[in-house]
Nanobody, 118 residues
Framework: VQLQASGGGTVQAGGSLRLSCAVS????????MGWFRQAPGREREFVVG????????AGADSVKGRFTISSDNAKNTVSLQMDSLKPEDTAVYYC????????????WGQGTQVTVSS
């Protein structure tokens, strides 16, 4: 089971970034997927998720209307499109997967740094 996150970087406030998470085959399509983030000195925060059936749901109120999660069945990837970025979006972003019948997120990618400059 492997999750590989990529796409982080540095962007100015108001800009956009797209993160990708490559998912091993046996998870994709059977597990819920989510994006989390953790800023320095803060707890990890659930950002947005998508169910195994393709239904997305938001986590943090601060990203509603700006962040969009999507899945690509052909490429076994889950993406996070981040628009209108703000300095407070600066964090390490992680993708994660969980069995739909469980509450805990069992599988995690390695994290990718997103830095938004003012």
């Amino acid at each position: 089971v492997q999750l590989q996150a990529s796409g982080g970087g540095t962007v100015q406030a108001g800009g956009s970034l797209r993160l990708s998470c490559a998912v091993s085959g046996r998870i994709f399509g059977n597990y819920d997927m989510g994006w989390f983030r953790q800023a320095p000195g803060r707890e990890r925060e659930f950002v947005v998720g998508i169910t195994w059936s393709g239904v997305s749901y938001a986590g943090a109120d601060s990203v509603k209307g700006r962040f969009t999660i999507s899945s690509d069945n052909a490429k076994n990837t889950v993406s996070l499109q981040m628009d209108s970025l703000k300095p407070e979006d600066t964090a390490v972003y992680y993708c994660a997967a969980r069995d739909p019948s469980r509450q805990s997120w069992a599988y995690w990618g390695q994290g990718t740094q997103v830095t938004v400059s003012s």
